[in-house]
């Protein structure tokens, strides 16, 4: 399996409330350049639905959103040996260094974006960020079979408290 390197810096200032970590960047995200970068990813429609916001379609608007409501967004992993964008085929994960973030950005949750972003926090960086991961559920292709939208965006509502306080 090949060996992949995270490629994306992460979106953050130092207005940043929560950060939302997801694995690794999928192979079109990394094509696109930006995170999330499948179309059939819901991620982006979810946060829109959330907020009621219009379509982000190009890198500029997508950061000005999150910047603009106090996301910050990155991946737990900085390598890994992955197939693809299959979480499951993940062996010898590098964790990403998350002090430029928490040290720049006032920080109040970190919440992982699918069962692996889970695991892969708790083994590898909560202990030395001082964060306990808060489970979001994957807005990957793969997972929305599990998921309708309405329960994702549902889902994603736990993250709201930490950005309007």
């Not at 997508?62 to 996301?71: N, S, V």
């Not at 929305?144 to 736990?158: I, K, S």
């Amino acid at each position: 399996m090949p060996e992949v390197l995270h490629t994306l810096a992460p979106v953050f200032d130092a207005h940043s409330r929560i950060l939302i970590l997801g694995t690794m960047p999928s192979p079109k995200s990394r094509q696109t350049g930006f995170y999330y970068g499948n179309p059939q990813n819901k991620f982006w429609r979810v946060l829109q639905t959330l907020f009621d916001s219009p379509p982000l379609v190009t890198i500029e608007q997508k950061t000005a959103f999150l910047l603009g409501h106090r996301i910050a967004l990155f991946d737990v992993l900085h390598a890994c040996e992955i197939q693809g964008a299959s979480d499951a085929s993940i062996q010898n994960p590098v964790p990403n260094d998350f002090t430029p973030i928490l040290s720049k950005a006032s920080i109040q949750a970190v919440f992982t974006t699918g069962k692996t972003a889970t695991r892969l926090f708790e083994t590898f960086c909560a202990k030395q960020t001082g964060f306990s991961p808060i489970y979001l559920p994957s807005t990957s292709p793969a997972n929305c079979a599990n998921f309708t939208f309405e329960a994702l965006v549902e889902a994603y509502r736990v993250i709201l408290p930490y950005l309007l306080s």
